[in-house]
């Protein structure tokens, strides 16, 4: 895939043009940031976390240096709302590379004229008139679905896959992640200024327990912080969900499908919102994962052994996740980027924001596994700066666990208890196998050592987080 | 109370050698640290993080200065396994006053040559012959329980009550920790050391889960650091639970009854435990709070509205207490102290060691709360120096919501997910009254900024807190 670097492409002018558009000052603020001004992708390594790496003592040894790609968000390279096996990937890559990969939020139609006016990438995805729309299919449902194709059953868009050549089921792909930066809005209005959107929507966990009034959604608009000189974000305004007739003539009284285009003459914004309250900027990526093995189309909402949408906000800039590879190429997908979020997710969203990340890639093969840490993982693990973080879930494999029905069936099951459980399960197994404890050592280990906490009540399987601080076992060399 | 300092006492030479005894170097470090040096309890107020303090305003300014009190732990001054209305206060302060408290952990037995020999104190809580027993009732069980009296029903060693003058049902008690330091082991042999005891025991959330071998309790000895130069834990030695026959020759095959002494020639050691792993410590009291309203005796297990045995790591130096203030009086009792825990407490305990602590009380009649943040507080809350902690439970007064049969019936109600809809509801509710949010404004926030994490999933009454920091508030002025 030629991105502007390749003058023996046929469509090298073209290509050229538009990364040239791309890397304005203004769109591409991440790529003048420390990370290229050091001397790009090749420093990158250095700075790594990588739990095991042979993979990586690999990298660049062969004739192949590590290429960094680059993979826009436009109506071609995004999925929405699912997660597949079968997709074909919009770009292939070897372990040891980097990919610089747009995502933009599903909510940015909650307010287009800050977060999709003026930037055609957002344009081309939001696009939907009576006649055209630009990603047709939004979730895992069927084609004929009422709400409109995909059925809204799922909800986030997922920029890629990207494949990773040679990886097989039974491998583990690490993907760090080197940097995140805000998409400033491209509508000359706003220029410098970068948007998300909060919705209290109906699948939050406050819904069917409001104090005032009837119930309803409400969107928060947020400002945050583009220039980085601040590291919070603030209340715009907030509006209760208007009811939403589409182009194509379905009303949506409830917000039953990604994307639909607000209209603000129908709105009533409330501009006294929030006044005086900073709230501090975690970003991350909401859904990040790889294709499962077990179903053809997988609804987005449910986080499940491949990652997706675990919803923790530790997966920000300097974070590593580890995922067991499902399925051949891995093919790896990302998007539901957020600007903020608490452990919970209450409300049914975070300050839903785009966001551009740059990430490298490292296979592990299975067979360089056995005896280390990453040996069996079957389960998405992240490792931040000063931590190991596990993600437990309600079923830690719903897909497998749930029956044929699963899709459906685990919105039925949602519960903290069980996800304790898994929590629970994968630290004793973390310490035992990874850091070569016994089950009675662990289990002190747990009680004395491991914060547990909630990671999200809305995603249908929701999770529990255990964390332990790498700090413990710093003298310690087995 | 004569300490040793009131001449006109007619034991004052008696308390004034207790009191000489208690400052010695060792024993006392405490009392060494900058608070004291700095210029003592006086000095105190000054730094405190109090929420509104129409009442400590008032402290100091009548004709009587605030006075800093002592309450050693002895078997006269602890009760042993339950709160009570009734219990007879061992110190009454007025609103301002300082009381440094100590506490024993109620596992010092499990190593009583590190933990009780030598400290008269210990010894006298502990003592327990065929003939004697310094503390007899354990529990808020019956006289006549099989175990023993009390029935081992409730397992803390409390210390107190202090009784706070004038305070009233309705009136809300702010206490805060100024100092907490471990209490090092009066053996000469472990000079300079202190212990503390992490039992994995079977209402830990592991017991019924696990994967090796049969059913079993541990126990593993840690050594906590008590110069301040280490911020660390290690372990020492793990040994099962070997079965213990108590003196009066009741056998014991699990811990099911506080206090019983091991035998170690009994049990087998093991010293090879956690090699090279450092345990970060965060010394807090797990069981801290006021006497309940609802019934005579009871089990000092379930926490509850008036706090009790809450076991968030959080209630540390430098945090302060918000109780509702239940009986006339107040009747605050501390104990179960704490050198380090995780958020969940997994096995059932933590590492159970002895500390000391100097509290402040400030009382805030209820006819001073209106329209203040403290208004109609119905539940312990955290304040820390940088967030508020707020505690849920499975139920938030299990005595009322449970019928006359509550005490029992806890254990077999405890859940998560019960306790995060609670923590959900206070949250609201404080963001809303305490900071002037409307409803749509709390949810919003909450879901972008408030965490959510599991307290404990050991003590009957679950536990779920929520976090907010308060630089979210920093430029508001409601």
């Known amino acids: 895939?030629?991105?502007?670097?390749?003058?023996?492409?046929?469509?090298?002018?073209?290509?050229?043009?538009?990364?040239?558009?791309?890397?304005?000052?203004?769109?591409?603020?991440?790529?003048?940031?420390?990370?290229?001004?050091?001397?790009?992708?090749?420093?990158?390594?250095?700075?790594?976390?990588?739990?095991v790496s042979p993979a990586l003592a690999e990298v660049g040894k062969g004739a192949r240096p590590s290429v960094h790609h680059h993979l826009p968000a436009t109506a071609e390279t995004v999925h929405w709302g699912y997660f597949s096996r079968s997709l074909t990937p919009q770009v292939e890559i070897a372990s040891g590379d980097y990919v610089t990969i747009e995502t933009l939020t599903h909510h940015a139609n909650d307010d287009a004229e800050r977060m999709v006016t003026g930037d055609p990438g957002a344009e081309s995805v939001f696009l939907w008139t009576k006649e055209r729309k630009g990603v047709a299919r939004r979730g895992a449902g069927p084609d004929d679905a009422k709400l409109g194709p995909g059925g809204g059953l799922g909800v986030h868009i997922c920029t890629g896959p990207v494949a990773i050549r040679d990886a097989e089921p039974g491998d583990v792909l690490e993907v760090r992640i080197l940097d995140v930066a805000p998409r400033p809005s491209a509508n000359p209005k706003f220029k410098g200024s970068t948007f998300g959107s909060n919705a209290a929507a109906w699948w939050g966990y406050h819904y069917g327990d409001m104090l005032e009034g009837k119930k309803r959604e409400v969107i928060t608009i947020y400002e945050v912080d583009a220039s980085g000189d601040r590291d919070w974000a603030k209340a715009v305004y907030s509006f209760p969900w208007p009811g939403v007739t589409d182009p194509n003539g379905i009303l949506h009284p409830t917000i039953d499908y990604p994307g639909l285009p607000v209209d603000h003459t129908k709105t009533t914004r409330t501009f006294d919102v929030l006044k005086g309250i900073r709230v501090p900027i975690r970003p991350h990526?909401?859904?990040?994962?790889?294709?499962?093995?077990e179903a053809e189309r997988v609804n987005s909402i449910p986080p499940s052994y491949t990652g997706g949408n675990i919803d923790n906000w530790r997966i920000g800039k300097g974070a590593t996740m580890y995922y067991p590879v499902a399925v051949p190429g891995a093919l790896f997908s990302v998007g539901d980027p957020h600007a903020s979020q608490g452990d919970s997710e209450l409300c049914g969203t975070a300050i839903e924001c785009s966001l551009t990340g740059t990430f490298q890639f490292i296979l592990h093969k299975k067979r360089d596994l056995a005896g280390t840490s990453l040996e069996a993982l079957d389960f998405p693990m992240i490792e931040t700066k000063d931590e190991w973080v596990l993600s437990g879930f309600s079923y830690p494999n719903y897909l497998r666990d749930?029956?044929?029905?699963?899709?459906?069936?685990?919105?039925?099951?949602?519960?903290?208890?069980?996800?304790?459980?898994?929590?629970?399960?994968?630290?004793?197994?973390?310490?035992?196998?990874a850091k070569g404890l016994t089950e009675d050592e662990a289990i002190s280990l747990m009680s004395i050592a491991v914060d547990f906490g909630v990671t999200q009540v809305v995603d249908g399987n929701w999770g529990v987080h255990a964390i332990v601080k790498k700090a413990l076992f710093a003298e310690r060399t087995a």
Not at 33 to 41: I, L, N, P, Q, R
Not at 285 to 293: H, I
Not at 410 to 421: E, G, N, P, T, Y
């Open 1 to 51: 895939m030629c991105l502007g670097d390749d003058p023996t492409c046929a469509a090298f002018a073209e290509h050229r043009l538009r990364y040239r558009r791309d890397m304005q000052p203004e769109r591409r603020a991440f790529l003048k940031s420390g990370f290229v001004a050091s001397g790009g992708a090749a420093a990158l390594a250095a700075g790594g976390l990588s739990l």
């Open 285 to 293: 990526f909401g859904t990040m994962g790889l294709a499962p093995a």
């Open 402 to 433: 749930l029956g044929p029905d699963a899709q459906n069936t685990i919105f039925q099951k949602s519960s903290l208890d069980l996800a304790m459980r898994d929590a629970f399960r994968k630290m004793r197994s973390f310490l035992m196998h």
